[in-house]
């Protein structure tokens, strides 16, 4: 009923940027906290930023200062902008929101894209 689809992954070659996006579509009521995730080969997946409805906002420390998250409530849509890129983000990057779908009953339930490759190489 909820579908997250990325976009905006692909080669680029240290130094480079870019642009990842998420849109979440179907039976949305509302969401809370978006997030990027990222995993690379023989790694664990981690937390590369995040956002509140609230306003707040998180980056981690590999990132800061390089990347940015931000997100379009009207459009249920997250972005990670990516600047400076290094070899070591290479990685499989994943979107995840915090969707309720039924005001009723307001359990909110995790969702994930389907992932999207970045790979930072010369």
Known sequence: QVQLVESGGGLVQPGGSLRLSCAASGNI???????????????QRELVASSTKFGEIWHGLPVKGRF??????????????????KSEDTAIYYCTMGIVTDPVVPYEYDYWGQG???????
């Open 29 to 43: 009521f509302s969401i809370n906290n978006m997030a990027w995730y990222r995993q690379a080969p023989g790694l």
């Open 68 to 85: 940015t998250i931000s997100r379009d409530d009207a459009g249920n849509t997250v972005h990670l902008q990516m600047n400076s890129l």
């Open 116 to 122: 999207t490759q970045v790979t930072v190489s010369s």
